[in-house]
């Protein structure tokens, strides 16, 4: 059965502190990993897919990489506006479903 | 362009209560699915379609219906509320496949009683 776990739960970070995230997961053979950020009372929105062990994409402050079997968010010299929950999802090559994991709360004070 | 709509975006029912969740999208997308986030646990799967005419059940379908006659439409029915149904859901929508970027609507907040 396809797994996601996210750690940690929550992170509080100073403004300029880096840091990264982290996304296990299990999956028979992986169709894509997908990274979305969510703030309090909106719907997720989409920051990456990445389809293959080796795979890094980056996007202002982020960077995702992924292995056989976990990704990293990585968040550089992170700022007050990027405190959100980051969540990870994965879906499987056998099936069509994406599972979700339960994100990582992530505080930046200025 | 008004993406993936979904409504109502509060509503409160009593429990045995039925009621439909709308959701509407205007990129034409295949692929729907209907999740729903409690505290602490992140997006569950509730059921997900690829295509008019198709659905399938996810990680946590039960006391939920849903039907595809439309490429834009993808209602999800409540037949008999129940308080464990208390949580906020999320309508989504993607290409083909579902293995590209997906588009979420604001999400409702359902509170049964």
């Known amino acids: 059965e396809d797994q996601v776990t996210q750690s940690p739960e929550a992170l509080r970070l100073q403004e300029g502190e880096s840091s990264s995230l982290n996304c296990s997961y299990t999956v028979s053979g992986l169709r894509g990993l997908f990274w979305y950020r969510q703030d309090p009372g909106k719907g997720p929105e989409f920051l990456f897919t990445l389809y293959s062990a080796g795979e890094e994409k980056e996007k202002e402050r982020l960077k995702a990489t992924l292995t056989k079997k976990e990704s990293f968010l990585h968040i550089t010299a992170p700022k007050p506006e990027d405190s959100a929950t980051y969540l990870c999802?994965?879906?499987?090559?056998?099936?069509?479903?994406?599972?979700f994991g339960s994100g990582t709360r992530l505080s930046i004070r200025p | 362009n008004a993406g993936v709509t979904q409504t109502p975006k509060f509503q409160v029912l009593k429990t045995g209560q039925s009621m439909t969740l709308q959701c509407a999208q205007d990129m034409n997308h295949e692929y729907m699915s209907w999740y729903r986030q409690d505290p602490g646990m992140g997006l569950r799967l509730i059921h997900y379609s690829v295509g008019a005419g198709i659905t399938d059940q996810g990680e946590v379908p039960n006391g939920y219906n849903v039907s595809r006659s439309t490429t834009e439409d993808f209602p999800l029915r409540l037949l008999s509320a129940a308080p464990s149904q208390t949580s906020v859901y999320f309508c989504?929508?993607?290409?083909?496949?579902?293995?590209?970027?997906?588009?979420f609507g604001q999400g409702t907040r359902l509170t049964v009683v």
């Open positions: 989504a929508s993607s290409l083909a496949r579902g293995d590209t970027e997906a588009f």
């Open positions: 999802a994965v879906q499987g090559s056998g099936a069509s479903k994406i599972i």
